[in-house]
Nanobody, 120 residues
Framework: QVQPVESGGGLVQAGGSLRLSCAAP????????MGWYRQAPGKERELVAT???????NYAESVKGRFTIARDSALTTVNLQMNSLKPEDTAVYYC??????????????WGQGTQVTVSS
């Protein structure tokens, strides 16, 4: 099964910080991008932050200035540092990896999700 491995998350008070980490599955031919999405109860899954192979980074407007995504040089691991957390950041956070599995075949792979709960 090709699935990213997530760690981190948990319960924190508003204004606190948490750090999420994601390791890409092994044996991928080439990773195109990695990132984090989140889904709150009753809402659709939304982008939080992504980083691509060229180093380009994209943040949701709601997390700009509070969250920072960082990658290792090989783009096999990404971390999401979340500061100044708000109750509205409460959600299940999913790691996503977009990668080629062969020279021509590519896919999008999701982690199982990790809960982040911010209390007011």
């Amino acid at each position: 099964q090709v699935q990213p491995v997530e760690s981190g998350g948990g319960l924190v008070q508003a204004g606190g910080s948490l750090r999420l980490s994601c390791a890409a599955p092994q044996n991928l031919y080439a990773i195109i991008a990695m990132g984090w999405y989140r889904q709150a109860p009753g809402k659709e899954r939304e982008l939080v932050a992504t980083v691509n192979r060229g180093g380009g980074i994209n943040y949701a407007e709601s997390v700009k200035g509070r969250f920072t995504i960082a990658r290792d040089s090989a783009l096999t691991t990404v971390n999401l540092q979340m500061n100044s957390l708000k109750p509205e950041d409460t959600a299940v956070y999913y790691c996503n990896v977009v990668a080629y599995t062969t020279v021509t075949a590519h896919g999008s792979y999701w982690g199982q999700g990790t809960q982040v709960t911010v209390s007011s």
